[in-house]
């Protein structure tokens, strides 16, 4: 039974001045940094920068998207997507050598989904996504390890390669998937009944229940549409780099929950956008790139993103308080 109305939850699940408000506050920022790394660091403003950060942004405006979708649902985070994606790119390149490129790309979705699905068991078992995904996380990098033997898996496939390095009208081919990704995202959320189902989860998960709503389902699809993202942007490493190791995206988690953060979407779920998530993804990028070219140390760069998140994390939530 589908919800009809979140009245009975006592306040509006959507939400939609705030995460506008939030959405614009966050694309005004990356364009005021853009201008300060303009005018600071000439090199920031040239076309081959420019490819890196919009690559950048991409690979993790990727998996954030699609990790916006969890924490919509009103389940945090997963701290799963990294390992997750080491381990597609693992499946990925396997079966690619193997059986050809059309049998890896099936391959991928196909344990993708089931990932996503045995997650949402584990996080419904045990009502902690945090626990529940952390511990996948390790089950994950241990079976990327396991079925790579710890080496490099090479591919040797054209159409593979122009995936991973194809630049359409000077855009790479990641850049392309991202925007579309973000778009059907925004689509999903804002006008469908999966959306809508995922809005009231998170916003009030009683009045879900009380109206009819299989929040479990809902759960269980949100992380499967997590693993989707992270097998396209494992599908785009293979082919960028013709490889897959076990320790692909170690430490990227951290990107990933800290563009949604970035992004304003409610730590408590149901108010939010994916776009979100995607300007939050290019704002981090753009941070990061700014202090790569600027000579920062590696620990410094991870204080100020740090810093970053926080003061966007709490600035959002006192606003979320006040609506």
């Known amino acids: 039974m589908a919800p009809t109305s979140a009245s009975a939850a006592g306040r509006r699940p959507f939400g939609r001045g705030t995460w506008r408000f939030a959405g614009l506050s966050v694309a005004a920022a990356s364009l005021l940094l853009m201008a300060v790394a303009g005018l600071s660091t000439p090199s920031f403003l040239t076309v081959g920068n420019g490819l890196v950060i919009v690559r950048a942004a991409s690979m993790t405006g990727i998996v954030a998207v699609a990790m916006s979708f969890v924490t919509l649902s009103g389940n ?12 597609l790119a693992v499946v990925f390149a396997l079966v690619t050598a193997a059986a050809g490129l059309g049998a890896g790309l ?19 078992l045990t009502g902690n996504p945090i626990i529940a995904t952390l511990a996948f996380g390790a089950v994950f990098r241990g079976l990327a390890s396991v079925l ?12 593979a390669t122009w995936i991973g390095t194809a630049r359409p009208l000077g855009i790479p081919t990641q850049s392309w998937a991202f925007v579309i990704l973000a778009a059907l995202a925004w689509l999903t959320v804002r006008k469908t009944s999966l959306g809508r189902r995922i809005l009231l989860s998170g916003a009030n998960r009683e009045a879900a229940v009380a109206s009819g709503l299989r929040v479990a389902a809902v759960t269980g699809t949100a992380l499967a549409i997590l693993s989707v ?38 730590l408590r779920g149901g108010q939010g956008s994916p776009l979100q998530a995607a300007l939050g993804a290019v704002l981090i990028a ?17 204080t100020i993103v740090g810093a970053v998140v926080v003061g ?11 609506t």
Do not use: P, W
């Open 312 to 322: 966007a994390t709490s600035a959002f939530h006192l606003l979320q308080d006040k």
């Open 76 to 87: 945090l985070f997963a701290l799963s997507a990294s390992a997750l994606g080491a381990f």
């Open 106 to 124: 099936g391959a991928v979705l196909v344990v993708a989904v089931a990932a996503g699905a045995l997650q949402g068991v584990a996080v419904n």
């Open 148 to 159: 790579s033997g710890n080496g490099v898996l090479r591919i040797n496939d054209a159409a």
């Open 229 to 266: 993202g992270a097998a396209i942007v494992a599908v785009f490493t293979v082919c960028q780099f013709s490889e897959a190791r076990a320790n692909l995206f170690n430490g990227y988690d951290f990107d990933y929950i800290a563009a949604v953060l970035v992004g304003g979407i409610a």
């Open 286 to 302: 753009l941070l990061e790139n700014l202090m790569l070219l600027n000579g920062f140390s590696a620990g410094l760069r991870m």
